[in-house]
């Protein structure tokens, strides 16, 4: 009697640490669908073209080794089509990490970029012509690393559409066509 009162504790433990994405976690998530392509123009008329090509949530559970619970984490990947050596499994385009019950990071991570994007602190008034939503101007992480003048400095996101446009360094602008 003891044994099942401690195995049903143990799960009721157990089950009760797990950390689930609620829908509104994956709004960011499900703009982007499976072989979506994404074209992006710059002053000169120049295309650039990208793919996702996978979406994944990933749920470790719980880690014996470490004896912690894992979160799940969604991932949206993508291809580059102006280079063909990349390699798939590397190039993550967002990813979605559950820290707490109520506490989402969402990063993107494109060309070389990483940023965070920040709801609170990351609003701004560009491109507010072309779109009726809220629009993101999200830096680079770490802005000591952006040394070249082909780094990209900053992506303009907005919840409904996504990325909608970066910046490199050089003040090549680059913004979303389809």
Same mark, same amino acid.
């Given at each position: 009697?003891?044994?099942?009162? #401690?195995?049903?504790?143990?799960?009721?433990? %157990?089950?009760?640490? !797990?950390?689930?994405?609620? /829908? !509104?976690?994956?709004? =960011?998530?499900?703009? &982007?669908?499976? *072989?979506?392509?994404?074209?992006?123009?710059?002053?000169?008329?120049?295309?650039?073209?990208?793919?996702?090509?996978?979406?994944?949530? #990933?749920?470790?559970?719980?880690?014996?080794?470490?004896?912690?619970?894992?979160?799940? =984490?969604?991932? =949206?990947?993508?291809?580059?089509? +102006?280079?063909?050596?990349?390699?798939?499994? /590397? *190039? +993550?385009?967002?990813? @979605?990490?559950?820290?707490?019950?109520? !506490? @989402? !990071? $969402?990063?993107?991570?494109? *060309?070389?970029?990483?940023?965070?994007?920040?709801?609170?602190?990351?609003?701004?008034? $560009?491109? +507010?012509?072309?779109?009726? $939503?809220?629009?993101?101007?999200?830096?680079?992480?770490?802005?000591?690393?952006?040394?070249?003048?082909?780094?990209? %400095?900053? =992506?303009?996101?907005?919840?409904?559409?996504?990325?909608? +446009?970066? $910046? &490199?360094?050089?003040?090549?602008?680059?913004?979303?066509?389809?």
């Amino acid at each position: 009697m003891i044994r099942i009162n #401690i195995t049903f504790f143990l799960i009721l433990f %157990l089950t009760a640490c !797990e950390i689930r994405f609620k /829908d !509104e976690d994956l709004t =960011v998530y499900n703009i &982007y669908k499976l *072989n979506d392509t994404l074209v992006f123009k710059n002053k000169l008329g120049q295309l650039k073209k990208f793919a996702i090509i996978s979406k994944n949530i #990933i749920n470790k559970g719980w880690d014996a080794n470490t004896g912690l619970y894992n979160p799940q =984490v969604a991932y =949206v990947k993508y291809k580059d089509f +102006s280079k063909p050596e990349t390699i798939y499994y /590397d *190039n +993550s385009f967002l990813t @979605i990490y559950q820290k707490t019950k109520n !506490e @989402i !990071e $969402e990063t993107i991570y494109f *060309n070389d970029f990483i940023g965070s994007i920040d709801r609170d602190k990351q609003k701004t008034k $560009e491109f +507010s012509s072309l779109y009726n $939503e809220q629009i993101y101007k999200i830096p680079k992480f770490d802005m000591t690393t952006v040394r070249d003048s082909i780094d990209i %400095l900053y =992506v303009y996101w907005t919840d409904k559409a996504g990325i909608i +446009s970066y $910046e &490199y360094k050089n003040g090549d602008k680059w913004t979303l066509v389809k």
